[in-house]
RNA sequence: GCAGCCGUAGCUCAGUUGGUUAGAGCACCAGAUUGUGGAUCUGGGGGUCCCCCGUUCGAGCCGGGGCGGCUGUACCA
């Protein structure tokens, strides 16, 4: 192939390889998940990369851009197909198809890649993998609130820490009841109400002030671009503001508690008042309660709070908190987010925001548009491929150290006795132990460097000395190399032969033993 | 999608007012050592200077357009 028509060897954008490293990170953090789903109860089942595109659906009012973000392609009967984007959607294809023959309430869990369309970023990938399990047909809000418990649950399985990680609730309704308490209700100002949500979904990140330029005028970033805003007046700014700055107690703490872990939880400001309230629902619906959305979504929040108080999850594990809003697409009901709270830093010394690592709500239409009756659902999503960067990042014990030690290294002395060599490996690996012959055709020397880039733990060695004598060499590479640093001239190195020693073949699998056990116990 | 910044070796980067055959460090390969991974020394391979068009006797450098990357923003089911 002449220079003109090489190819340039790259991943497509957004598109990651997986080394040794991942992959056996990846192992460890899914048998975690698993095992956590599994402790709750819920089975197994997969479904296809790929359906059919009206399966998959564009619902609700989120149609400004259909079919972006989403690949799809036609079949040769010209039916369209589409790479899964989450596995909700394909789930509720499969509970439909198989409604019958499932038992209701139906809990399942699955794992696998989903693609997604779209500009990637640090975290973010065009093909990602996530944990998910789902509640079919309950209605009770008890399956929202185990959820919440098993995603807690779950973070703690992955290895962090109480307080590096929080379980975020709230409730769609409580965010309708709000939009219409002032005056976004009606069909004619939906459009206004999915900007306000966006808006509001977004006060982590922009924080008080640039939530409130984007649910005014319009929002300037740092590089000069123009967000328009919703453009409501200051006063249904402010009442919004309040309410999405409302901060959750630790569900069911007594007062004294809450004084301290929050003493400033304000009232409604549209009475004038300066009064405070202890119980964040409470203030809720003291300031909205006249919408009957509301309430219904409070009441909600309140059953969710006392089940996973009466459960002992009321430490800071699961907090309410009244702005997130996650997807605007399908959910019905409750909504949850899993957060990591600490910071970090790249390699540049940049703080990195990791944003959610997990994610779900209740989505009683889903299924529903299958058949003719309504499904009731509820689930949640671990991000899988963002929570492992995460972890490396902060050097987890689950992701750090999980790669093997290489294997066992056979040298090739002598072209002529490939044979005897191969019968060495063969007999390491009948022993259980990982073992190859080098397969290349450079000297020793290069063999050497090739067993210390695969990190085998040590080399076998029969040059015809050794033959003679019917022996072979082992080095201990790991050894060797602490005794490396102590030798300064390359004839010393040589000639010390440093973790080097003769063993009659027929104690080669023994030899080979007492040095891997030295090593890995 | 929109905005800002940036594209020179696998990586990190030099490259003078436009001037011979475009450089360094790291990494890689080999030799010094007919049988030893580190260190040292010596040598070697590797480039469409992102692409195209233009200006010019002459472009890595100047101009226009495109493509790609990063950051922010939008979207995120």
Redesign the pocket.
């Known amino acids: 192939m002449s220079?003109?028509d090489k190819i340039k060897a790259r991943a497509p954008?957004g598109f990651a390889d997986r080394n040794p490293a991942d992959l056996a990170a990846t192992e460890r953090m899914l048998a975690a998940i698993r095992e956590s789903y599994e402790l709750y109860g819920f089975e197994g089942v997969e479904t296809p990369f790929v359906e059919y595109t009206d399966s998959?659906g564009?619902f609700l009012p989120?149609q400004d851009?259909p079919n972006?973000?989403?690949f799809s392609f036609q079949d040769d009967d010209e039916q369209w197909l589409s790479l899964r984007?989450?596995l909700?959607?394909p789930l509720a294809r499969y509970v439909a198809e198989n409604f019958d023959a499932l038992p209701k309430p139906y809990r399942s869990y699955r794992v696998g890649w989903v693609f997604?369309?779209?500009?990637?970023?640090?975290g973010r990938f065009r093909q990602f993998m996530q944990f998910d399990a789902d509640t079919v047909g309950a209605a009770s809000v008890a399956a929202d609130a185990e959820i919440c418990m098993m995603a807690a649950d779950t973070m703690e399985k992955l290895g962090l820490k109480r307080g590096d990680y929080v379980i975020k609730v709230n409730n769609r309704k409580v965010l309708d009841g709000v939009m219409e308490a002032i005056g976004l209700g009606g069909e004619d100002k939906a459009d206004q109400r999915l900007?306000v949500l966006?808006a509001l979904d977004?006060y982590d990140?922009?924080g008080e002030s640039g939530v409130r330029a984007?649910l005014g005028k319009e929002?300037v970033?740092?590089?000069?671009?123009i967000?328009p805003g919703a453009n409501l007046t200051a006063g249904q700014i402010n009442r919004l503001i309040w309410f999405v700055t409302l901060r959750s107690k630790p569900i069911g703490l007594s007062e004294s508690s809450i004084n301290r872990v929050n003493p400033t939880l304000r009232l409604a400001p549209d009475d004038g008042s300066e009064a405070y309230e202890l119980d964040m629902l409470s203030a809720m619906d003291n300031a909205y309660g006249s919408s009957p959305i509301f309430k219904e979504g409070v009441n909600e929040l309140r059953q969710i709070a006392e089940l996973a108080a009466a459960a002992g999850y009321d430490d800071g594990r699961i907090l309410i908190d009244p702005s997130v809003v996650?997807?605007?697409?399908?959910y019905t009901g409750p909504v949850y987010e899993a957060e990591l709270t600490f910071q970090v830093q790249d390699e540049d010394g940049r703080p990195v925001r990791f944003g959610s690592v997990g994610g779900g709500g209740r989505y009683d239409g889903l299924v529903g548009r299958f058949r003719s009756e309504p499904v009731p659902a509820t689930g949640f999503s671990i991000g899988v491929s963002r929570l492992l960067s995460a972890l490396q990042m902060i050097k987890s014990p689950i992701v750090s150290g999980a790669e093997k030690p290489g294997p066992v290294v056979v040298l090739v002395?002598d072209k002529d006795q490939v044979a005897a060599y191969q019968r060495m490996v063969s007999t390491l690996r009948q022993a259980g132990i990982r073992a190859e012959l080098y397969l290349g055709s450079?000297?020793?020397?290069?063999q050497?460097?090739y067993a210390?880039r695969r990190q085998s733990p040590c080399v076998v060695?029969q040059?015809?000395?050794?033959r003679e004598r019917g022996e072979v060499?082992i080095?201990d590479?790991?050894e060797?190399?602490k005794?490396?640093g102590a030798?300064?001239?390359?004839e010393e190195?040589?000639a010390a032969?440093?973790?080097?020693f003769s063993v009659p073949e027929t104690d080669l699998v023994k030899a080979v033993r007492d040095v891997l056990a030295r090593h890995f116990g």
């Open positions: 220079k003109a954008r998959l564009k989120d851009r972006e973000g989403v984007y989450d909700t959607a997604r369309n779209e500009k990637p970023g640090p900007t966006r977004k990140r922009l984007l929002r970033d740092e590089s000069g671009d967000t996650r997807g605007l697409e399908y002395m450079s000297g020793m020397k290069a050497m460097k210390d060695i040059g015809s000395n050794e060499e080095k590479l790991i060797g190399a005794a490396a030798i300064a001239s390359n190195w040589k032969r440093p973790a080097q």
